[in-house]
Structures are given as structure tokens and as C-alpha cells.
């Protein structure tokens, strides 16, 4: 099982950044689908969940401005981040979760004020 996360960059303070994670040897159908972020000297974090039957939770931090989504026939995820802060920066990494944990290698944030 890979995921494989991309998107990440640079981006002014305000600015829109979608990131995608794309798996193989694993179904998203099947699993809960989880972004985190992990920005320095800080723990990794929960940002956003998909449930298999669709429902999404948000931290409070990021309601209203990040969507996570999926598309089931590419099985892919995605993080749309937008009115993005400094605040946001960090490491964001994708998992999903069937009978265990599998994780994305992470993919740098980082947004400038």
C-alpha cells in the first residue's frame, strides 16, 4: 500500500492550495479518509475526515475554508485549502484508515504573511 501526497507549495497569506493523495493497493471505498498537519515543533494534528458513508468533521481552525473530497474511481483524496494563513503552514500529511493505519509521505505548506 502507497499514498502518495502532492500540492503542497508556496503561497501568499489568502491564497487557495489544493492537495492531493493518490493510493495504491488500497481502496478508498473501504476506509476513513484523514488529513493532519504537522508544523514545526508542534504534534501532528487532525485537519479533516471523510467517513465512508460520506460524512466530513473539520477542525475548528480550518471550518469553512478546507474541503476534503474524494473521487472513489481514481482513488484519490484531496484537501481544497483556501483564504489560506500563516498559520496553516506545516507538513500535511493524508492517511487512511481500514483495519490499520496507512500514511502519505507528507507534503509541505508553507504560507507567507
Known amino acids: 500500500v502507497q499514498l502518495q501526497a502532492s500540492g503542497g507549495g508556496l503561497v501568499q497569506a489568502g491564497g487557495s492550495l489544493r492537495l492531493s493523495c493518490a493510493a495504491s493497493?488500497?481502496?478508498?471505498?473501504?476506509?476513513?479518509l484523514s488529513w493532519y498537519r504537522q508544523a514545526p515543533g508542534k504534534q501532528r494534528e487532525l485537519v479533516a475526515g471523510?467517513?465512508?458513508?460520506?460524512?466530513?468533521n473539520y477542525a475548528d481552525p480550518v471550518k469553512g475554508r478546507f474541503t476534503i473530497s474524494r473521487d472513489g474511481a481514481k482513488d484519490t483524496m484531496y484537501l481544497q485549502m483556501n483564504s489560506l494563513q500563516a498559520e496553516d503552514t506545516a507538513v500535511y500529511y493524508c492517511?487512511?484508515?481500514?483495519?490499520?493505519?496507512?500514511w502519505g509521505q507528507g507534503t509541505l505548506v508553507t504560507v507567507s504573511s
Open positions: 493497493g488500497v481502496s478508498f471505498s473501504i476506509g476513513v
Open positions: 492517511k487512511i484508515s481500514t483495519y490499520r493505519d496507512y
Open positions: 471523510l467517513t465512508r458513508g460520506g460524512i466530513s
